[in-house]
């Protein structure tokens, strides 16, 4: 095998451009070596501080070559989906085994590329709010790869989910999915009637301001993300005179057992994984990476020497 592959890493113009990259080695007993086939977009790769010789990007999926040594890994030659802070958009990647789940048959290399990231985020997001089956949810951004995930996990767990759509051809897309949320709301058709138990933001701005006045006394309001790009004015007033717990996603722990859940789930069609594949990894490179997200998740193809 040659001494180099070929990665995409952090331009110094503010994109991303292809460069070659030595061969990832395994460093530690736990390592596992895979061949990545195929990788998915995360809107927060875009601003992610990367290092500029080395490879970007979150979720692979791919075929092991090497294993662990402690005994503990994937055999050779196993379909894996991997998770870890950098590393994914390479030919090939280095990653702890307790970041990798084997891959059912029944589940496509597409699907598990674009899964790790948001399906963690939105598994471990829901299980941090302690709802209890019958109580309400508001997820906002609920057509992205966090959303689309989180309204189906809290709809199997017997929670009242209001899906939030920031534009008309989102909330089209969620009412012709199989995503099938309690309600879908609009988001210029603010305020809305009802209230909820909690609150999770992937979008900020003004939506988050406004409906905080729809979260219950005592509930909670996670923030996972700022998509609309815009900076949230919110009345403190409102979070003390109500007892209103605002917090932040922070788990980055290791991934295996969370991924093998939702693989789980994924394969006894539980959840939908909203999976676009767009064709080859060098559309990071030549189009505007936010014109490349869709609703769901979008995955490319990695080619192989």
Same mark, same amino acid.
């Given at each position: 095998?040659?001494?180099y592959v070929?990665?995409?890493?952090k331009s110094?113009?503010g994109?991303f451009?292809?460069?070659?990259v030595?061969r ?6 736990s390592?596992i070596?895979i061949?990545v086939?195929?990788i998915?977009?995360n809107?927060g790769?875009l601003?992610f ?8 990007g979150w979720d692979?999926f ?17 379909r894996?989906l991997?998770?870890?802070?950098s ?7 280095v @990653?702890?085994?307790?970041n #990798? +789940?084997?891959?059912p048959?029944?589940?496509?290399a597409e699907?598990?590329?674009a %899964? ?6 939105a598994l471990r997001s829901l299980r941090s ?6 109580q ?6 609920a057509?992205?790869g966090?959303?689309h995930l989180l309204?189906q ?6 929670i009242k989910?209001?899906a939030?759509a920031h ?8 009412q012709?999915?199989d995503?099938?949320?309690n ?12 209230t ?7 979008v900020g701005?003004d939506l988050l301001?406004?409906l905080?006045d729809n ?5 909670t309001?996670?923030i996972?993300? @700022?998509?609309?790009?815009? #900076? +949230? ?5 409102i979070l003390?005179s109500r007892?209103?717990? %605002?917090?932040s996603?922070?788990d ?7 991924l093998?859940?939702?693989l ?5 069609k ?6 676009n594949?767009?064709g080859s990894?060098?559309k ?5 990476f936010m ?9 490319l193809n990695?080619?192989q020497?």
């Amino acid at each position: 095998m040659s001494e180099y592959v070929q990665a995409i890493v952090k331009s110094d113009t503010g994109g991303f451009r292809f460069t070659d990259v030595q061969r990832p080695v395994r460093r530690t007993e736990s390592d596992i070596l895979i061949r990545v086939s195929n990788i998915s977009l995360n809107r927060g790769e875009l601003d992610f501080p990367w290092e500029s010789d080395k490879p970007a990007g979150w979720d692979a999926f791919g075929i092991v070559i090497e294993t662990s040594t402690d005994g503990q890994g994937p055999k050779i030659g196993e379909r894996v989906l991997t998770w870890s802070f950098s590393g994914a958009w390479s030919q090939y990647r280095v @990653v702890d085994r307790a970041n #990798v +789940a084997i891959v059912p048959e029944s589940v496509s290399a597409e699907v598990a590329a674009a %899964l790790p990231v948001a399906g963690l985020t939105a598994l471990r997001s829901l299980r941090s709010l302690h709802l209890l089956p019958g109580q309400s949810l508001a997820v906002t951004g609920a057509t992205g790869g966090v959303g689309h995930l989180l309204v189906q996990l809290a709809m199997h767990a017997g929670i009242k989910v209001s899906a939030v759509a920031h534009s008309q051809r989102g909330f089209d897309w969620l009412q012709a999915s199989d995503v099938k949320p309690n309600e879908v709301l609009l988001a210029k058709k603010y305020p809305f009637e009802g209230t909820f138990d909690a609150l999770v933001d992937t979008v900020g701005g003004d939506l988050l301001a406004h409906l905080l006045d729809n979260v219950v006394p005592n509930g909670t309001v996670l923030i996972l993300g @700022v998509a609309s790009g815009q #900076v +949230a004015s919110i009345d403190t007033t409102i979070l003390v005179s109500r007892g209103i717990d %605002l917090i932040s996603y922070k788990d980055y722990s290791p991934a295996g057992e969370d991924l093998n859940t939702l693989l789980t789930l994924v394969d006894e069609k539980i959840i939908k994984v909203y999976a676009n594949n767009i064709g080859s990894w060098d559309k990071v490179i030549k189009q505007d990476f936010m014109h490349l997200l869709a609703p769901g998740k979008v995955t490319l193809n990695v080619p192989q020497d």
